[in-house]
């Protein structure tokens, strides 16, 4: 009897976690939507792209920024996607690690010089009757570019890349 249920636990168990390896993925997926909505939230207060491009021509947007890396069509409207990088300096900052352990916090401060860095953007934009209808941003991250302090300055990379 307790041999059968061994080889029964033996036998069931590369099912099991087999099973378990695709909740595996879907969780790292799940993770890194999650990061890229933080990434996006992080830059939302510095893209101001969408009110720049709506409401005129799809046709002025095509002419700045070439022609649509994506196309698909939704409903009524067709969406276009674009998605485009752009080298930027980046100031010298310094960063500030901390770990903390069992019984004490680690600090380290990282200072990274000023340097030249690819900022890119994904954009998704909906063209009703020729116009910008709608921008929908799909990549974007906060860009330093102001000097070490309390509150560093920043932009969006949409904002760098696609800003009118």
Not at 35 to 43: L, Q, T
Not at 76 to 90: K, M, P
């Amino acid at each position: 009897m307790k041999l059968t249920k061994g080889l029964l636990i033996i036998a069931i168990l590369p099912l099991f976690l087999s099973g378990c390896g695709g909740a595996v993925k879907g969780l790292q997926g799940g993770v890194a939507k999650l990061g890229e909505g933080i990434r996006i939230a992080a830059a939302a207060p510095y893209n101001k792209v969408g009110n720049e491009w709506r409401g005129k021509p799809i046709s002025k947007f095509q002419e700045k920024f070439g022609a649509p890396t994506n196309r698909s069509n939704a409903g009524e409207a067709t969406v276009l996607t674009w998605q485009r990088s752009r080298v930027v300096r980046i100031p010298a900052r310094t960063y500030i690690e901390q770990t903390v352990t069992l019984n004490m916090v680690i600090t380290k401060h990282r200072y990274v010089p000023e340097h030249d860095d690819d900022v890119s953007c994904t954009l998704a934009l909906t063209a009703k009757d020729g116009a910008v209808a709608q921008v929908k941003t799909l990549d974007d991250v906060p860009v330093p570019v102001g000097e070490d302090g309390l509150f560093p300055a920043s932009t969006s990379a949409c904002q760098i890349v696609f800003g009118s």
